[in-house]
């Protein structure tokens, strides 16, 4: 029981607060709050606060950057062209913002596979698991509306490409495309659309979307291990994590300080480099080696995969139905995993996300045209490329098979083995990238129900 | 439900872009356009509100849609190969428009590309 008596007489700042909103509750939750220890790795827990920190350094520089931004066809480049090379510090501002989009996006889908492998999306956090998707889906929406503001080449053509994917939409495809693009085509209309999404809509989402996520985190505390009933120690929130959090945003705000000053542009490295270049001109043929961010190349290069026709659709139409559906068992990974479901081991799930690392990881080195030496359309090049990504990709493959197997006693590897012969298949036999990975899902799943006849009591005995 | 459709239908109506409007019909190339296709061997003009690449290979003349058929980039003439190439997928099309190699599932549209008894360059769509 609170001695309400002391609670009255209490003066200062807290008194004076608690008198008119009665914000003792309040403390006395964060004094009690803790962060369960001793289970997983302390890092984990930080990232969540990582990506928060990069979005408010967004927020921020996205304010100052507005203030000199003028929307408009003839303003939009000249706008950042002035802002970089006249305002002072403005390439300074520039390059925090850009650098700390990358930082935010690097930070969030860590904190997302940290969430898949420790299962905390289980009961009762799924909507926490859900707002966090969706988060996640808004900060996309963030780098993809970003990304055409400074009316350049590069933007003109990726939200070409971009939007253009929409299109494959059944029924509403061309209405949704429309309403993107405030017309047929990518205009200045497009850049006015995208513009009041960048700042207003996505903004408005976001923070809504982020006080849903942390509402249901302080409500339900941090997810316990899978089987574990009480934590087996605990931190105080208030002051010792929240002292920590605080110190790795000073470090976080070192590490985007840095290379905002000394790699303004980017690494230079095609796909993550941010020179304004040459304005955006609808009349100029898009020139060789354009490529997306390092995030959506991925998806860049699948649909350089797919043939032009499919089961009756155009390649691009399977393509997007494909990156639908994974998307959509992302989404729905909560009510997926229902060993996780009943709080016991569920090995096949956290294979899942490994063999979603590697998949992602192939496709995004191959995008890249790692080992061709740039872009070429030379067809012993782009073999090349595949040669040296899936030695990597293979490499990277081995190491987690590895480490998962001693580190964590994993013995579950058929998703995993899938994606990594899917990538030997592709890039060291040389068959076409979906004929590999209908190949390798098929002796997966064929291995997996070998095991489940032959070995009915082995998933019983695999951990996480 | 009729509440919700009077505040939804007019946000839908209003996020609908009006139909473009401008010249419609053939295009005659400017005196700069005609030079960038004698000095690049193609030169990208608006007919009718679309992206056109016309294009001479020797002394033909041949016009198509400029926008690829795959995710709708503006694509390229490769002039030592006689191809029209898409640099963001890497779709290339022949001089009649069809796909050679790539993703594109479509061949490019093509257009009328003529020399009037001036010297002028008139582009105009097929079917006109």
């Given at each position: 029981m609170p001695d309400t008596n002391s609670d009255e007489k209490r003066g200062g700042l807290r008194g004076?607060?608690?008198?008119?909103?009665?914000?003792?509750?309040?403390?006395?939750?964060?004094?009690?709050?803790?962060?369960?220890?001793?289970?997983?790795?302390?890092?984990?827990?930080?990232?969540?606060g990582i990506t928060m920190f990069f979005f408010v350094v967004q927020v921020i520089t996205g304010v100052l950057l507005l203030m000199y931004y003028q929307p408009g066809e003839a303003t939009a480049y000249e706008s950042i062209r002035f802002l970089t090379t006249k305002v002072p510090f403005g390439w300074l501002i520039r390059s925090v913002h850009s650098w700390s989009a990358h930082l935010m996006i690097i930070s969030l889908v860590l904190h997302m596979f940290s969430t898949m492998m420790l299962k905390a999306y289980r009961p009762p956090r799924e909507l926490t698991w859900v707002s966090g998707y969706l988060l996640f889906l808004l900060t996309l929406g963030f780098g993809f509306s970003g990304y055409l503001l400074p009316w350049n080449k590069l933007a003109y053509f990726a939200t070409t490409v971009g939007t253009n994917i929409v299109r494959s939409v059944p029924l509403l495809g061309n209405w949704l495309l429309e309403v993107m693009r405030g017309g047929q085509d990518v205009t200045i209309n497009t850049l006015y659309r995208f513009f009041a999404a960048h700042v207003v809509i996505l903004p408005l989402a976001f923070v809504g979307l982020i006080a849903m996520h942390l509402l249901f985190i302080q409500r339900q505390g941090m997810a316990l291990p899978v089987g574990a009933k009480t934590a087996p120690r605990g931190m105080k929130f208030?002051?010792?994590?929240?002292?920590?959090?605080?110190?790795?945003?000073?470090?976080?705000?070192?590490?985007?300080?840095?290379?905002?000053?000394f790699l303004p542009y980017g690494p230079g490295i095609p796909g993550m480099d941010w020179e304004l270049g040459q304005k955006a001109d609808p009349f100029a043929p898009a020139y060789p080696g354009i490529k997306p961010e390092w995030y959506f190349l991925w998806e860049y290069q699948l649909l350089k995969e797919f043939p032009p026709h499919l089961f009756g659709l155009e390649g691009p139409q399977v393509c997007l139905l494909l990156i639908a559906l994974l998307f959509g068992?992302?989404?729905?990974?909560?009510?997926?995993?229902?060993?996780?479901?009943?709080?016991?081991?569920?090995?096949?799930?956290?294979?899942l996300g490994w063999a979603a690392i590697l998949f992602l990881v192939y496709l995004t080195l191959t995008g890249w045209d790692i080992g061709a030496g740039g872009a070429s359309s030379d067809l012993a090049a782009i073999q090349h490329s595949a040669r040296v990504c899936a030695w990597w990709t293979l490499a990277a493959g081995a190491v987690v098979v590895v480490f998962r197997f001693l580190r964590y006693e994993h013995r579950w590897f058929f998703l995993t083995g899938a994606a990594l012969l899917q990538a030997a298949l592709h890039g060291l036999v040389g068959i076409s990238y979906l004929l590999a990975g209908v190949i390798s899902v098929a002796l997966a799943a064929v291995a997996i129900a070998i095991r489940r006849v032959l070995f009915p009591q082995a998933n019983e005995k695999d951990v996480t | 439900m009729g509440w919700l459709v009077s505040i939804v239908y007019p946000i839908i109506r209003y996020l609908k872009p009006l139909p473009q409007t401008g010249p419609t019909g053939p295009t005659r190339l400017t005196r700069d356009e005609a030079s960038k296709l004698e000095q690049n061997k193609f030169v990208i003009v608006p007919v009718s509100g679309q992206r056109v690449m016309v294009l001479q290979s020797g002394d033909q003349l041949h016009a198509f849609s400029a926008k690829c058929t795959h995710e709708g980039c503006t694509v390229t003439f490769l002039p030592a190969q006689s191809v029209m190439w898409c640099?963001?997928?890497?779709?290339?099309?022949?001089?009649?428009?069809?796909?050679?190699?790539?993703?594109?599932?479509?061949?490019?549209?093509?257009?009328?590309?003529?020399?009037?008894p001036d010297g002028g360059i008139v582009v105009s769509q097929e079917s006109a």
């Open positions: 004076w607060l608690d008198r008119r909103y009665q914000v003792t509750p309040l403390f006395e939750f964060l004094r009690h709050k803790e962060v369960p220890l001793g289970s997983h790795w302390m890092g984990w827990y930080y990232l969540g208030f002051p010792s994590f929240a002292l920590r959090d605080v110190l790795l945003w000073m470090a976080c705000l070192m590490v985007l300080a840095t290379l905002a000053v068992i992302w989404a729905i990974i909560p009510w997926l995993d229902r060993r996780a479901f009943r709080d016991k081991p569920s090995p096949a799930f956290s294979d | 640099p963001c997928h890497d779709g290339r099309f022949d001089l009649n428009g069809r796909v050679l190699s790539g993703p594109p599932p479509q061949p490019l549209t093509k257009y009328m590309a003529q020399r009037q």
